[in-house]
T-cell receptor
Framework: GENVEQHPSTLSVQEGDSAVIKCTYS??????FPWYKQELGKRPQLIID?????GEKKDQRIAVTLNKTAKHFSLHITETQPEDSAVYFC?????????FGKGTRLHILP | GAGVSQSPSNKVTEKGKDVELRCDPI?????LYWYRQSLGQGLEFLIY????????KSGLPSDRFSAERTGGSVSTLTIQRTQQEDSAVYLC????????????FGQGTRLTVV
C-alpha cells in the first residue's frame, strides 16, 4: 500500500499534441499529490500539485486530475512544446513521507 | 541561501574509501530526505528525517550507508567502504513542517567510485 504506480515509463508525442501520465495508489491516508519535472542534468522541481478536496487543477498548459475513490491521478500537458521534454514524477503523501513514482520520460517529437 | 544546498557537487573516490555528503536544508524545514538516482533512473528513497522523530531508514541499501541530522538542520550521508555500484547522484530534499507540502531538492552530489 505504500507505493505509487506510474505509467507509462516512456512517452513520445508529436509537438503540439497532448501528453497524459497516470498514477495509481492503494492507501486511504494519502491526501496530497504533487508532480515534479526533472530536466536533463537538473534537480526535480514541483510543477503542479493537488489536494484531496479537489478533483482538478489547471495551470496554463498543465492540468492534474484526481479520482480519490478510484485512487488514481493524472497529469495532462496540452499543446506540448520542446521544452516539455523531461522526466516527470508523480508523488503522494498523507501521514508520512512523500512517495515518488518511478518516473515517465517524455519525448516531444519535432 | 534560499534553497537546499549540497556539497560537494562532485566527488570522485577510490573503491573502499569512505565518503561524506552534506545537505543544508531550507531554514525552518523539518522534513529532510535523501535519494539516490542512477543514470537515467528514478528516485531511490534512502532515508527520511521529520523533526525530532526517529528517522525512517527503510531505504538504506546496506549497513555501509548511514545518515545523521544534527540539531534538526544539516544532514550528512556517509557511505563506508564505497563500491562501484554506489556511483550515482545523491539528492537531498527538504520540506516544511506540514507533511503535505512541497519538497525542495538540492542540486545533488555526483559520486563516482573508481
Amino acid at each position: 500500500g505504500e507505493n505509487v504506480e506510474q505509467h507509462p515509463s516512456t512517452l513520445s508525442v508529436q509537438e503540439g499534441d497532448s501528453a497524459v501520465i497516470k498514477c495509481t495508489y492503494s492507501d486511504s491516508a494519502s491526501n496530497y499529490f504533487p508532480w515534479y519535472k526533472q530536466e536533463l542534468g537538473k534537480r526535480p522541481q514541483l510543477i503542479i500539485d493537488i489536494r484531496s478536496n479537489v478533483g482538478e487543477k489547471k495551470d496554463q498548459r498543465i492540468a492534474v486530475t484526481l479520482n480519490k475513490t478510484a485512487k488514481h491521478f493524472s497529469l495532462h500537458i496540452t499543446e506540448t512544446q520542446p521544452e516539455d521534454s523531461a522526466v516527470y514524477f508523480c508523488a503522494k503523501s498523507g501521514d508520512d513521507k512523500i512517495i515518488f513514482g518511478k518516473g515517465t520520460r517524455l519525448h516531444i517529437l519535432p | 541561501g534560499a534553497g537546499v544546498s549540497q556539497s560537494p557537487s562532485n566527488k570522485v573516490t577510490e573503491k573502499g574509501k569512505d565518503v561524506e555528503l552534506r545537505c543544508d536544508p531550507i531554514s525552518g524545514h523539518t522534513a529532510l530526505y535523501w535519494y539516490r538516482q542512477s543514470l537515467g533512473q528514478g528516485l531511490e528513497f534512502l532515508i527520511y528525517f521529520q523533526g525530532n522523530s526517529a528517522p525512517d531508514k527503510s531505504g538504506l541499501p546496506s549497513d555501509r550507508f548511514s545518515a545523521e541530522r544534527t540539531g534538526g538542520s544539516v544532514s550528512t550521508l556517509t557511505i563506508q567502504r564505497t563500491q562501484q555500484e554506489d556511483s550515482a547522484v545523491y539528492l537531498c530534499a527538504s520540506g516544511g513542517a506540514s507533511l503535505n507540502t512541497e519538497a525542495f531538492f538540492g542540486q545533488g552530489t555526483r559520486l563516482t567510485v573508481v
